[in-house]
């Protein structure tokens, strides 16, 4: 059974600094693509950021709203993903959530990721 678990939600001000984890259990996230999406009340899921699978390039990709502020990175010895996220903004107050996908690339939509954590609360004050 795959499980995957987020932490590192918090509330902070702006510029401040976080950073998210995606622990798994029951799949290795190293043979998967990751992505972080984030919802904010009343609206769709937006995605954030996605790291293709390790032995498929670990190429990275992160939407332009948080490009330069925000980086994903991979802890293969952990089975983590990680998105540090830099100079925080009210706007990136959302609850954010892992995802993980055996597809390869670097996909965007939540449609293509099959596994899903449930969410930790960012909350970002001015």
């Known amino acids: 059974q795959v499980q995957l678990v987020e932490s590192g939600g918090d509330s902070a001000q702006a510029g401040d600094s976080l950073r998210l984890s995606c622990a798994a259990s029951?799949?290795?996230?190293?043979?998967?693509?990751v992505g972080w999406f984030r919802q904010a009340l009343g609206k769709e899921r937006e995605f954030v950021a996605t790291?293709?699978?390790?032995?498929?390039?670990?190429?990275?990709l992160v939407s332009d709203s948080v490009k330069g502020r925000f980086t994903i990175s991979r802890d293969n010895s952990k089975n983590t993903v990680s998105l540090q996220m830099n100079d925080l903004r009210p706007e990136d107050t959302a609850v954010y959530y892992c995802?993980?996908?055996?597809?390869?690339?670097?996909?965007?939509?939540?449609?293509?990721?099959?596994?899903w954590g449930r969410g930790t609360q960012v909350t970002v004050s001015s």
């Open positions: 995802a993980a996908t055996y597809e390869s690339g670097t996909p965007t939509s939540p449609d293509r990721y099959n596994y």
């Open positions: 029951g799949l290795t996230l190293a043979m998967a693509a």
């Open positions: 790291v293709s699978r390790f032995w498929g390039g670990g190429d990275a």
